[in-house]
């Protein structure tokens, strides 16, 4: 789950890690409020999920409330158009924090090595750039550190991180309880990935979050209760919205043949077969092991709500889901649904004959393997 | 013996007394595994399908000498069921729970390698031995035994796989289902010295996917062994940054990509099928040309 650069930093300061003042904004008044408070110069800042925000004039300085009201008026209700997000992402909220004075940027990461299945620190004095095009570029600028997880990082650890890596050295002991802190955070919250980027040592000696990026892992968040309120706000798209109070899984992929299965892996390469067929698939849905008909219906509804499928494609390999209650739920929802595309069913496993069965003598499209349901979809929504 | 179980395998099953862990347990008794025991604390002295249950692993083990273990405790206990079944001293742990936080699996997996317990999963089918043992939710009624081992990230698929291979004629020795997790106890570089060592199998099919360079690194295995192995990858149009169903299953950034995997592969000379339907005719290929 993804969370915006506010909630972040409201977790991150419940652990001790340093973040500049400021306050979210719902409206441009409420944003000068925040200014005027916070007296000064201030930043305000888009909250929305995609890098690349500062290009896009995401962020802003204002050296007056007045004109933080008029940034914020300009920012909410628009969609931001980033080069992650080119079709643009619509900016509900914004950030009003104090403006810094910078006297360096650094970076700091922490995130799990797939391949070395420990958590990895990493620390770089290059800041405020992709840390994937420094890694590329300049890959002896990223000092990295893995941490035994029994143990945690340790504060020996990230000051040898952090001298290595070249951060200024009167700073060292500062940034060393900043990172020990941003571990605790990312450890504490159940994170995936924590990255202060860029990592601000002021012309006054603090060091500062100036921006913060928190991915928070799903599986994890029955144990945090205090962080399920963001979830509102972490899901972009309203169907995909819908699948998750639906219970299913469920990716928007904006094209336009519909597909359903079972198993990650098989739904998958189903999206690839139908690529390979001269398809566009419009969504990757699991309904998962031991689906019921009323599942099975309710996947259907859900994959017919987006007004861009005119066909559908079922692929279900059958184990301990049985192929006839899927052929129920499929009845079941052309029924209640009035299902005017058309609808291609490959069931194969645990009892796919007494599924077939149940389906002939409708208007659903049979095919025996993969590669031929894939075929015939394609061509039935050309 | 085929890989890790077989007909002498003694099966402890953790939360035999769920409504999975006893459906799953009725499966594999059907297929003729050996379950001789379950556990659920607070449940110990009850039988489940004729299965005696105990109260911890400890006693389990005492009592009827099971020497592997599947597990099918909610997400939130699960961690500590594959701890505790390490301490017993187990020499094989099977997870099938899905929804396990990755920072408990990142404490476990360090754990029980350090142990030298072999850990399947978590979120993984489990592993059958054609015509010899099942351990886990796999269907076992489309498994037949033969020379083609198979290592999978994905549970559907294989079954999906294992169907094509046996339609075509080829059986199977023993196929394992490795989970769809960022940290697994088991990876493809794990596993495949075990099928090379093993006489039942003569070539092995890799079914991997997006996310993560478990593949990157198994091609690098695969340079020095003597079997021929079959790849197949899914995802190959899976878009970046997207989840697709397993929660190990995304590209992010430059890393995960399908293409970095299929090349991989290729480059220490696997064929990579690009369909499914391919995969049987690769492996009667590569069969033939040992």
């Given at each position: 789950m993804k969370i915006h650069e506010y909630q972040a930093k409201e977790v991150l300061a419940r652990y001790g890690v340093t973040v500049p003042r400021g306050r979210v904004a719902s409206s441009p008044e409420e944003g000068r409020t925040i200014a005027q408070e916070l007296g000064g110069r201030v930043v305000v800042k888009a909250q929305v999920h995609a890098g690349g925000r500062g290009k896009a004039g995401g962020i802003r300085l204002a050296d007056t409330p007045e004109q933080a009201e008029e940034h914020a008026r300009a920012m909410l209700g628009a969609r931001l158009v980033t080069p992650q997000a080119p079709q643009g992402v619509l900016v509900e909220k914004v950030l009003v924090e104090e403006a810094l004075s910078i006297a360096q940027e650094y970076y700091l990461g922490i995130t799990l090595d797939r391949a070395k299945q420990r958590d990895v620190v990493m620390v770089s004095a290059m800041g405020g750039m992709d840390i994937e095009q420094v890694a590329e570029?300049?890959?002896?600028a990223i000092v990295k550190v893995w941490v035994d997880p029994w143990q945690g990082l340790m504060p020996y650890q990230a000051r040898q991180a952090l001298y290595e890596a070249g951060i200024a050295r009167e700073a060292v002991p500062t940034a060393t309880k900043f990172l020990l802190a941003l571990y605790k955070a990312y450890v504490g919250s159940d994170a995936s990935l924590a990255e202060i980027n860029p990592f601000v040592l002021t012309s006054e000696g603090q060091c500062l979050a100036a921006d913060a990026k928190l991915n928070l892992d799903d599986n994890a968040l029955f144990r945090h209760p205090e962080l399920l309120e963001y979830r509102e706000e972490s899901i972009e798209d309203p169907l995909e919205e819908e699948a998750h109070r639906r219970g299913i899984q469920y990716v928007r992929l904006g094209g336009d043949i519909g597909i359903i299965g079972n198993g990650a892996g098989l739904v998958m390469s189903t999206l690839d077969e139908v690529s390979r067929a001269g398809g566009k698939p419009a969504n990757f849905l699991d309904i998962g092991g031991g689906a019921k008909a009323d599942l099975v219906r309710n996947a259907l509804e859900l994959v017919l709500m987006d007004p861009n499928v005119k066909g559908v494609l079922f692929n279900v390999f059958g184990g301990i889901t049985r192929g006839d209650e899927v052929a129920r739920g499929i009845l079941e929802g052309i029924r209640s649904l009035q299902v005017k595309v058309p609808i291609v069913i490959r069931l194969a496993g645990t009892r796919a004959e007494e599924g077939l069965a149940l389906l002939q003598g409708t208007q659903l499209i049979p095919a025996v393997t993969m590669q031929e349901a894939a075929r015939k979809i394609v061509e039935v929504t050309r | 013996m085929a890989v890790l179980v077989d007909k002498n395998t003694r099966v402890l099953v953790q939360g035999i007394t769920g409504r999975e862990g006893e459906f799953h347990t009725r499966q594999m008794l059907e297929y003729g595994?050996?379950?001789v025991a379950g556990v659920t604390p607070g449940k110990g002295g009850q039988e489940v399908l004729g299965v005696p249950v105990f109260d911890t692993v400890k006693q389990a083990v005492a009592a009827t000498g099971a020497d592997a273990s599947v597990i099918f405790v909610p997400a939130p206990f699960a961690a500590d069921a594959v701890l505790e079944a390490a301490d017993a001293g187990l020499r094989l742990v099977v997870c099938i729970t899905e929804g396990i936080p990755v920072q408990d699996m990142v404490k476990t997996v360090a754990l029980v390698r350090q142990k030298g317990v072999r850990l399947i999963g978590p979120n993984c089918p489990g592993l059958v031995t054609a015509g010899q043992c099942k351990l886990g939710?796999?269907?076992?009624?489309i498994f037949t035994p033969g020379p083609v081992g198979l290592i999978s990230r994905s549970g559907t698929l294989t079954y999906e796989i294992v169907h094509l291979l046996t339609k075509a004629g080829l059986g199977q020795s023993t196929c394992i289902g490795i989970g769809g997790d960022p940290v697994l106890g088991s990876t493809f570089i794990d596993l495949l010295p075990l099928f090379e060592e093993d006489p039942d199998t003569q070539a092995v099919v890799l079914v991997g996917e997006i996310g993560g360079s478990d593949e990157e690194i198994a091609a690098e295995y695969i340079r020095t062994m003597r079997k021929p192995v079959v790849g197949f990858i899914s995802g190959r149009t899976a878009p970046p940054g997207?989840?697709?169903?397993?929660?190990?299953?995304i590209i992010s950034g430059r890393t995960g990509t399908p293409q970095a995997k299929v090349d991989a592969l290729r480059a220490a000379g696997v064929p990579v099928a690009e369909a499914l339907y391919e995969i049987p005719d690769l492996v009667k290929q590569a069969l033939a040309h040992r």
């Amino acid at each position: 789950m993804k969370i915006h650069e506010y909630q972040a930093k409201e977790v991150l300061a419940r652990y001790g890690v340093t973040v500049p003042r400021g306050r979210v904004a719902s409206s441009p008044e409420e944003g000068r409020t925040i200014a005027q408070e916070l007296g000064g110069r201030v930043v305000v800042k888009a909250q929305v999920h995609a890098g690349g925000r500062g290009k896009a004039g995401g962020i802003r300085l204002a050296d007056t409330p007045e004109q933080a009201e008029e940034h914020a008026r300009a920012m909410l209700g628009a969609r931001l158009v980033t080069p992650q997000a080119p079709q643009g992402v619509l900016v509900e909220k914004v950030l009003v924090e104090e403006a810094l004075s910078i006297a360096q940027e650094y970076y700091l990461g922490i995130t799990l090595d797939r391949a070395k299945q420990r958590d990895v620190v990493m620390v770089s004095a290059m800041g405020g750039m992709d840390i994937e095009q420094v890694a590329e570029e300049h890959p002896d600028a990223i000092v990295k550190v893995w941490v035994d997880p029994w143990q945690g990082l340790m504060p020996y650890q990230a000051r040898q991180a952090l001298y290595e890596a070249g951060i200024a050295r009167e700073a060292v002991p500062t940034a060393t309880k900043f990172l020990l802190a941003l571990y605790k955070a990312y450890v504490g919250s159940d994170a995936s990935l924590a990255e202060i980027n860029p990592f601000v040592l002021t012309s006054e000696g603090q060091c500062l979050a100036a921006d913060a990026k928190l991915n928070l892992d799903d599986n994890a968040l029955f144990r945090h209760p205090e962080l399920l309120e963001y979830r509102e706000e972490s899901i972009e798209d309203p169907l995909e919205e819908e699948a998750h109070r639906r219970g299913i899984q469920y990716v928007r992929l904006g094209g336009d043949i519909g597909i359903i299965g079972n198993g990650a892996g098989l739904v998958m390469s189903t999206l690839d077969e139908v690529s390979r067929a001269g398809g566009k698939p419009a969504n990757f849905l699991d309904i998962g092991g031991g689906a019921k008909a009323d599942l099975v219906r309710n996947a259907l509804e859900l994959v017919l709500m987006d007004p861009n499928v005119k066909g559908v494609l079922f692929n279900v390999f059958g184990g301990i889901t049985r192929g006839d209650e899927v052929a129920r739920g499929i009845l079941e929802g052309i029924r209640s649904l009035q299902v005017k595309v058309p609808i291609v069913i490959r069931l194969a496993g645990t009892r796919a004959e007494e599924g077939l069965a149940l389906l002939q003598g409708t208007q659903l499209i049979p095919a025996v393997t993969m590669q031929e349901a894939a075929r015939k979809i394609v061509e039935v929504t050309r | 013996m085929a890989v890790l179980v077989d007909k002498n395998t003694r099966v402890l099953v953790q939360g035999i007394t769920g409504r999975e862990g006893e459906f799953h347990t009725r499966q594999m008794l059907e297929y003729g595994t050996q379950v001789v025991a379950g556990v659920t604390p607070g449940k110990g002295g009850q039988e489940v399908l004729g299965v005696p249950v105990f109260d911890t692993v400890k006693q389990a083990v005492a009592a009827t000498g099971a020497d592997a273990s599947v597990i099918f405790v909610p997400a939130p206990f699960a961690a500590d069921a594959v701890l505790e079944a390490a301490d017993a001293g187990l020499r094989l742990v099977v997870c099938i729970t899905e929804g396990i936080p990755v920072q408990d699996m990142v404490k476990t997996v360090a754990l029980v390698r350090q142990k030298g317990v072999r850990l399947i999963g978590p979120n993984c089918p489990g592993l059958v031995t054609a015509g010899q043992c099942k351990l886990g939710i796999m269907p076992g009624n489309i498994f037949t035994p033969g020379p083609v081992g198979l290592i999978s990230r994905s549970g559907t698929l294989t079954y999906e796989i294992v169907h094509l291979l046996t339609k075509a004629g080829l059986g199977q020795s023993t196929c394992i289902g490795i989970g769809g997790d960022p940290v697994l106890g088991s990876t493809f570089i794990d596993l495949l010295p075990l099928f090379e060592e093993d006489p039942d199998t003569q070539a092995v099919v890799l079914v991997g996917e997006i996310g993560g360079s478990d593949e990157e690194i198994a091609a690098e295995y695969i340079r020095t062994m003597r079997k021929p192995v079959v790849g197949f990858i899914s995802g190959r149009t899976a878009p970046p940054g997207k989840r697709m169903g397993h929660a190990g299953a995304i590209i992010s950034g430059r890393t995960g990509t399908p293409q970095a995997k299929v090349d991989a592969l290729r480059a220490a000379g696997v064929p990579v099928a690009e369909a499914l339907y391919e995969i049987p005719d690769l492996v009667k290929q590569a069969l033939a040309h040992r």
